[in-house]
């Protein structure tokens, strides 16, 4: 007996969210963004068609919560980074100072660039 065509795209997207899981935990943000079009495809696929077993959907349900939930983390992570990288850039180009008054003034430096010969 051939297998149902919803089981086989409910499988397969089981595959890739435990797939998806291990990339996101692994911090492999690539291998994430290639299985995107093809997680967006078997949910469609998985949409149009009937007969799913609920306690199935449910379980794909609580794996799509849980990757999003870690993605969400994974996001956070980066964008703490980059507001980190953004404050370090700002660190060297700049020297934050306050005048007698409190007022806040920000001096521009310019880093020198030069190289030295020496015989």
Known sequence: MAD??????MNA???LLDQERTALLAGDLDKIARTLD???????RLNAQDGADP??????????????????????????VTRRLATMHRIRSSLDI????G???EI???????VEKRA
């Open 98 to 101: 306050y005048d007698a008054d």
């Open 55 to 80: 306690a199935l959907l449910t379980a794909l349900n609580a794996k799509v919560v849980r990757n999003q939930s870690l993605l969400n983390s994974a996001l956070d992570g980066v964008r703490a």
């Open 38 to 44: 093809l997680k967006e495809d078997l949910i469609t």
């Open 4 to 9: 149902d065509p919803i089981d086989d795209t």
């Open 13 to 15: 997207l089981d595959d």
């Open 108 to 114: 521009a430096l310019t880093p020198t660039r030069s």
């Open 103 to 105: 007022k806040k003034n």
